[in-house]
Every structure is written in structure tokens, then in C-alpha cells.
């Protein structure tokens, strides 16, 4: 079983940046692979962006250039560096964890954490 606990939301004007973090219990963090993902009201959740165990990175064209997805082993934390924001990327980001274990796939989410970003 895996926690995730998000934090770092909040409230930033447009061009401003957050750092969301996402913290993970158990002792597979550096096997699992970690993403976060937003909804904005009304819309459907879509993938921000995605970092696999082995640190190859994946990102929204919407949030490419912007955001930056990185994650401490050690901590066992995903980071989400997110830079130059826009009303757009107001929305719920939740945290994502995945891990293949004994041919099974493990999926956790955390509980998001909500930005808002005002013009």
C-alpha cells in the first residue's frame, strides 16, 4: 500500500510559479512510477506530466517548456515545478503513483491539491 500526500497548491497570479510536491509512504518509491495529473472544472482529468523509475519524463504539450517534473529518491517525493502560469492551468492537480509487482500493476492516487491562477 502506498500514500501519496500532496502539497504546494495555492493561489499565484498569471506569469507566477508553484512547486507542488507529492509524498509517498512505503518502501517502493524509487520503483514506482510517479506522474501528476489536473482537472479543471468541468473538463476531464488529463495527464501534466509523467517521470518513470527510470527518470524518463513525459509532459502535456500544453505544459511543455513550463513545468518541470522531478523526484528525490531519498525523500521519496515527486516535485512539479510549475513556471510562467496561466488561468488555463487552474485545476485539481492529484498525484500519481504506479508500481509492477509479481506481474501485477498497482495504481494509488493522492487526495490533489488545488491551483488556482487569477488574472
Not at 521519496?76 to 513556471?83: G, S
Amino acid at each position: 500500500q502506498v500514500q501519496l500526500v500532496e502539497s504546494g497548491g495555492g493561489l499565484v497570479q498569471v506569469g507566477g510559479s508553484l512547486r507542488l510536491s507529492c509524498a509517498a509512504s512505503g518502501s517502493s518509491f524509487s520503483r514506482n512510477d510517479m506522474g501528476w495529473y489536473r482537472q479543471a472544472p468541468g473538463r476531464q482529468r488529463e495527464l501534466a506530466a509523467f517521470i518513470t523509475s527510470s527518470e524518463t519524463t513525459n509532459y502535456a504539450d500544453s505544459v511543455k517548456g513550463r513545468f518541470i517534473i522531478s523526484r528525490d529518491n531519498v525523500k521519496n517525493t515527486v516535485y512539479l515545478q510549475m513556471n510562467s502560469l496561466k488561468p488555463e492551468d487552474t485545476a485539481v492537480y492529484s498525484c500519481y503513483a504506479r508500481l509492477s509487482f509479481l506481474g501485477r500493476r498497482y495504481e494509488y492516487w493522492g487526495q490533489g491539491t488545488q491551483v488556482t491562477v487569477s488574472s
